[in-house]
């Protein structure tokens, strides 16, 4: 069992988080508040590198694994700067498009996320299926060599900064009749493809986005894998890298929140010459998260570790409880962070309390911490499906 990371991944810790640092929470809060988005640290991190970090080198990327992306995730958040996007388009679409695209789709799209010059989201939730991903309902239809794509999706993430969204559609089987999942790369100007931002009480410069699909037309290369049978497990490729650096992001967030609360409680005086964290009813709690937030790392660590190995299966059960972890973790650091600042908890100044909607989502999305308990009930502990 090794707890070190390589000097390699070191370096890019360092590196990382002396990034995000120059930029920090502030210029985050400033962009989601005046509707800017964070395109400046995003260039930076994609010139440097590190957005690319886990594209092979033979496609322009870094050559690193799902260690390296999950360092990117955790140390920008733990500079206040926690990038959604970095899960949808290096994590997600990057690793679906690596492992299950075709030779001419990875040479097309790999480069662009090697340098971060593309951006490409990702959409699988629709309003009548929500976790309940056999129902559903945007369908792929064959017309000539094109395909046809009608449906509808909700809270996709990032649709106004990205060129393509990957969609996850349904197609008919022609032998069967079935409909499996198949994974589409859709222009986000495509004819057909309109959108409208949903209101979100989170404060992040990433919006979500209703999606309306009305016959979109594709070309035939636009299947990733270019055939019907490479869409499940595309499908599945992306589930582990999603959980994983999803995680990360909420760890890194974690540590920021009980950064910012520490260095407030250590010095402040309301009570003679000893300061507030001098009293164990403030920082007892900041502790336990502190507990939280590191059993949660560890976690992360290991499911990173399982799946650069090509030990999915392993890495599945791990990332999920990472996830599971990770959600609980940050959501407990952020609102113990609050408290131990008191008023100033509330500020927008501290920037504490301008992450509690983002780390409340992290317990719904991308998946629900009560989808995770099924999962290791059912998977884990081998308990009926109940659902
Ligand atoms: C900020 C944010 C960003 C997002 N970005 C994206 C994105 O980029 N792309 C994308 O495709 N989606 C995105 N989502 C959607 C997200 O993945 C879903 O919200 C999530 O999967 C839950 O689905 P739902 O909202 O439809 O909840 P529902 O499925 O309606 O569930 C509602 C509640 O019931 C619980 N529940 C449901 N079924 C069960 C069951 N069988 N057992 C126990 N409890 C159950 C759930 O856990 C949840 O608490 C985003 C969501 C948010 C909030």
């Not at 094109?146 to 990032?158: E, M, N, Q, T």
Request: with cysteine; proline share 4%.
């Amino acid at each position: 069992m090794n707890f070190d990371l390589t000097p390699e991944q070191d370096q890019l810790r360092d590196a990382v988080r002396a990034l995000g640092r120059r930029y920090g929470h502030s210029y985050f809060v400033e962009k989601a508040k005046s509707g800017g988005h964070t395109t400046e640290l995003w260039e930076e991190a994609g010139r440097l590198g590190y957005l690319g970090v886990n594209v092979p080198a033979e496609y322009g990327g870094g050559g690193g694994g799902l260690t390296e992306l999950a360092i990117v995730c955790e140390e920008l958040a733990a500079a206040g700067c926690p990038l959604l996007l970095l899960v949808v388009s290096p994590a997600i679409a990057a690793t679906v498009i690596n492992r299950h695209g075709t030779e001419e789709q990875r040479k097309r799209f790999l480069p662009g996320f090697a340098d971060g010059s593309l951006k490409v989201v990702f959409a699988i939730t629709e309003p009548d299926a929500g976790s309940n991903f056999h129902r559903l309902g945007t369908v792929a239809r064959r017309d000539g060599d094109d395909w046809l794509l009608s449906g509808r999706k909700c809270y996709i993430s990032g649709v106004d900064e990205a060129q393509y969204v990957l969609v996850v559609a349904r197609t008919e089987d022609a032998t069967t009749g079935k409909l499996k999942p198949a994974l589409f790369v859709v222009p986000t100007d495509a004819p057909g493809l309109t959108r409208s931002k949903l209101d979100m009480e989170i404060v992040s410069p990433e919006n979500q986005f209703l999606l309306y699909l009305d016959d979109v037309r594709l070309p035939a290369d636009a299947l990733v894998g270019g055939s019907l049978d490479a869409g499940l497990p595309a499908l599945f490729a992306g589930l582990n890298p999603e959980r994983i650096t999803v995680a990360a992001m909420g760890v890194g967030t974690g540590r920021y929140a009980i950064e910012r609360a520490t260095d407030y409680t250590a010095t402040r005086k309301v009570w003679g010459g000893r300061s507030i964290g001098a009293h164990q009813g403030v920082a007892h709690p900041l502790a336990h998260a502190a507990v939280q937030v590191e059993l949660a790392r560890l976690m992360i660590h290991k499911a990173a570790t399982l799946y650069d190995a090509g030990r999915d299966l392993e890495a599945g059960v791990a990332g999920n409880m990472a996830k599971y972890a990770a959600g609980e973790a940050a959501a407990l650091a952020v609102d113990t962070a609050v408290q131990a600042l008191g008023g100033a908890g509330m500020t927008t100044e501290y920037g504490v309390a301008t992450l509690l909607g983002a780390v409340r989502a992290g317990r719904i999305a991308p998946v629900s911490r009560e989808m995770i308990l099924n999962f290791v009930a059912q998977h884990v502990l081998g308990q009926e499906k109940s659902y």
